[in-house]
């Protein structure tokens, strides 16, 4: 006690200046994102042996905070980046100033997204499901598993908008809530919340993942719910394999969500790299530090050094115009998102 | 023994983080991400200890919105009304006594409703959705008349101000920017700190260096707040109510709890002025923060759903004692919920005696004249409105709202209705983007909570329209 005592003592006068790395969050305190970061950092200090204070840097989309490291932090040899899958929707589809090709990932956890469905949904019902831009990938999901492989945008907007009722304005909690009610019957987690909140449920069942990211760019089945893969359930239901005009937008923006989902990033050639990917790595094979991780976002695996630039390096190869083109137009079209197509991109 | 050090070391630490304007319970338990490990040994300690930490600070931030003119946190602003007032007046122990009774009065019934009955809850959940929110968020639209001033028309022009600047932002349609005039920083809306500030403390701070006023600590009121807490019981009871129900629902926050309770403490004494430190104004909205931050914990616990902002931190916090919130395990877990309830209710308890033991040398505070405090004051909210992005925007905004708040003051426009307003546009816009989604007229009219709501809306609304604006306070 008088340890805790002391550490309170400590705390209340405690200053980032005191600060030996700092991440930057750019979210407020609270948001998923930054919960990580603050359970990552606590858990790293044990191996760094250096203090970690979060910076956050919030703003609207979380799009600022990533700007302001891009712009003014990304040189200084102590300060990490976080981001999330949501910023990796965002490169795609607006106007940013960052670019995941100018840093050197630490490392980065490459989830899976989880889908459920409510067990009364009947099939010619219409799906009911919480919008906004971080749902683009479950919606292109939707959109093709729904009404199969179509040869036009049109033709898949007409048939989404008369399948799929794709409610705005929703936070994580009343999304959560609504679904519990049975007011929305389909809904995504990550795959921790997943177990909380759907699996958990005597309501729901398992609808579709979007699978993990391998290496050479493919998507494998998740082993935690065999079978359930976006490319197996489509085959599954229509006796092909998704080859259509939407597919390669979908694997284009769900993989940089998914493939992104919790990252760490400094700049390029920063003295640190070595020694806080090592360290890093003594984290991610600490048993009780993986507890504390995994009881946030579900047992996934870390990819730590070069393999997060290899990630960062496989998604890129997705960024093609035709899959662009064809994301700005359907989220304008089907979802009445304000996209931007941006040909800088495409190499 | 070690439960009641760990009581009191997080009933201090909250007391403090609650009296630190603009801190409040979420950004005391964001600083506690550091030391949580020292519980990880004896976990149900650590559960005390959060507990105290949110009760503590809760009950602690009326003292600056009473003291100063600067709320504590956003959610304080409503009991500054008339505190400020007050303790202007020389009656500052008179408007803190009343406040803390009232908040732990508050907090130690809807502790103990919350804590003891929390399984039966799930239930009351399940019934009330998106109609039944939506319906609640008009009736809260329609109490904003309550706080206006009796010149309608000025009133009507602070409403629509407030609900235009609510709305700056993003449209939640389209993820398309709203009336922010190419600046980006305005995407992310105008945040709520530097609007109460600016609007609030900014232009009492000016008038007090104007007019060197120095308030005087007259008498040693303690036991007439107390007193008068008990005289208008049904008064806090009824804050208390609203803050409660809006913590059980996610998303819509504490600020809106106090000021709906404030608004129906106005209301509900059509024959008397508030704003010019009314001990109504004080009892009326001051215990909704203590019951919304009780009722909160019911979504955090029994779903693992966040029912505010503090209770998301807390979520994290409680995983690294292991305890998973929304799980069987922890609707099984007795000592867990004898650690949750013993924690909040004793550190209401605790603060509430040192509040009261300490209220004569924390209320000299007043006595100190304007020109020593006006540049520690200004400091202090300047650094707390730049705990957004820390940068010159913050600052810009800030300047903005202080602007505004001192035409307000000056031309006699309602500042409350225009931050009630403001509070409510964003959420109810998601929520009627949700309603039209989701439902039919005919869905609805069969939904009797719904119904039975949105009558009373009507007659409120009438109401609030038959009599003149009561409050002095611009």
Not at chain 2, 30 to 49: K, S
Not at chain 2, 128 to 141: K, N, Q, T, Y
Not at chain 2, 418 to 425: E, P
Request: hydrophobic share 50%.
């Amino acid at each position: 006690m008088r340890k805790l005592l002391l550490a309170l003592t400590v705390m209340l006068f405690a200053t980032p200046a005191l600060a030996d790395y700092t991440l930057i969050v750019p979210q407020k305190p609270g948001g998923g994102t930054s919960v990580w970061a603050q359970i990552v950092a606590a858990e790293w200090e044990k191996h760094l042996g250096e203090k970690i204070v979060i910076k956050h840097i919030p703003g609207a989309r979380d799009i600022p905070g990533f700007n302001e490291y891009h712009n003014n932090l990304q040189n200084d040899p102590k300060t990490i980046m976080v981001s999330h899958g949501g910023n990796g929707v965002s490169f795609l589809q607006e106007q940013v100033d960052y670019n995941y090709a100018d840093y050197d990932s630490v490392g980065l956890m490459n989830l899976n997204i989880i889908s459920g469905i409510r067990k009364d949904y009947k099939a010619g019902d219409k799906i009911k499901f919480a919008a906004g831009s971080g749902m683009v990938p479950e919606g292109l999901a939707i959109a093709q598993l729904l009404c199969g492989n179509l040869a036009s945008i049109d033709a898949y907007t007409a048939c989404f908008k008369d399948k799929v009722i794709w409610v705005p304005g929703m936070s994580g909690g009343q999304r959560r809530l609504a679904f519990k009610r049975g007011e929305l019957n389909g809904t995504r987690e990550n795959p921790a919340a997943y177990k909380k909140h759907v699996e958990s449920n005597a309501d729901a069942k398992l609808w579709f993942t979007h699978g993990i990211l391998q290496k050479d760019g493919s998507h494998a089945d998740d082993p935690n719910y065999p079978g359930y893969q976006f490319e197996i359930l489509f085959e599954k239901q229509w006796g092909e394999k998704p080859d259509n005009v939407l597919y390669p937008a979908y694997k284009l923006v769900k993989s940089f969500r998914d493939g992104l989902q919790k990252a760490l990033w400094v700049g390029k050639g920063n003295p640190n790299l070595d020694h806080l990917r090592k360290t890093l790595t003594a984290m991610t094979r600490d048993p009780a530090s993986v507890k504390a991780i995994q009881a946030k976002v579900g047992d996934y695996e870390w990819l730590v050094g070069y393999r997060g630039n290899q990630q960062r390096d496989t998604l890129m190869t997705f960024v093609t115009a035709d899959a662009l083109k064809t994301l700005v137009e359907f989220n304008t079209s089907a979802f009445g998102l304000k996209s931007v197509y941006k040909p800088e991109l495409i190499k | 023994m070690e439960t009641i050090l760990a009581l009191i070391a997080g009933t201090l630490y909250g007391l403090v983080i609650g009296i630190i304007p603009s801190a409040g319970a979420t950004t005391g338990l964001v600083a506690l991400f550091g030391v949580i490990h020292y519980f990880t040994g004896e976990p149900y300690l650590g559960v005390v200890f959060l507990m105290a930490v949110v009760a503590a600070s809760t009950t602690g931030d009326s003292f600056a919105g009473i003291l100063l003119g600067i709320p504590g946190a956003n959610s304080a602003a409503a009991t500054m009304v008339d505190g400020f007032p007050l303790a202007q007046q020389g009656r500052a122990s008179y408007a803190i006594s009343a406040a803390v009774t009232t908040s732990t009065a508050n907090g130690v019934l809807w502790g103990c409703l919350v804590f003891l009955l929390l399984p039966w809850y799930s239930k009351l959940l399940m019934i009330l959705g998106i109609p039944e929110l939506w319906a609640f968020m008009v009736l809260a639209l329609a109490t904003v008349g309550f706080v206006s001033t009796s010149n309608w028309i000025k009133s009507i022009v602070a409403i629509a101000l407030g609900i235009f600047l609510g709305l700056v932002g993003v449209d939640p349609e389209t993820n398309a920017p709203r009336f922010t005039l190419g600046w980006f920083y305005l995407q992310d809306g105008i945040q709520l700190m530097p609007v109460v500030a600016g609007l609030f403390a900014v232009p009492e701070l000016v008038y007090g260096l104007r007019t060197g006023q120095t308030a005087r600590i007259a008498h040693n009121e303690l036991w007439l707040g107390v007193r008068a807490t008990w005289e208008n019981r049904w008064l806090a009871l009824r804050g208390g109510f609203i803050g409660a129900f809006i913590g059980l629902l996610p998303g819509l926050g504490g600020t809106m709890a106090d000021w709906m309770a404030y608004g129906s403490a106005v209301a509900a004494n059509p024959k008397e002025q508030f704003g010019n430190g009314n001990i109504k104004g004080v009892i009326g909205p001051e215990g909704a923060n203590n019951a919304q931050k009780a009722t909160s914990m019911i979504p955090t616990v029994l779903f693992g759903i966040p029912g505010a902002p503090f209770a998301a931190i807390l979520m994290a916090l409680f995983m690294y004692l292991n305890f998973e919130m929304g799980t069987p395990d922890i609707a099984a877990d007795t000592e867990f919920f004898f650690s949750l309830g013993f924690g909040f209710l004793a550190a209401t308890v605790l603060v509430a005696i040192l509040c009261l033991v300490f209220i004569r040398p924390i209320t000299h505070i007043c006595t100190v004249p304007y020109k020593y405090y006006f540049p520690f004051l200004l400091f202090v909210i300047v650094w707390a409105c730049m705990q957004y992005t820390g940068t010159l925007a913050d600052l810009a905004v800030l300047a903005a709202f202080s602007v505004l708040g001192m035409l307000c003051k000056h031309y006699r426009f309602s500042r409350p209705a225009l931050l009630m307003a403001f509070i409510l546009a964003d959420k109810i816009e998601s929520f009627t983007l949700q309603l039209a989604s989701l439902y039919s007229v005919g869905d609805l009219i069969t939904r009797p909570i719904f119904m039975a709501v949105m009558l009373f809306t009507v007659g409120i609304f009438a109401y609030s329209l038959k009599r003149k604006g009561s409050i002095d306070y611009a």
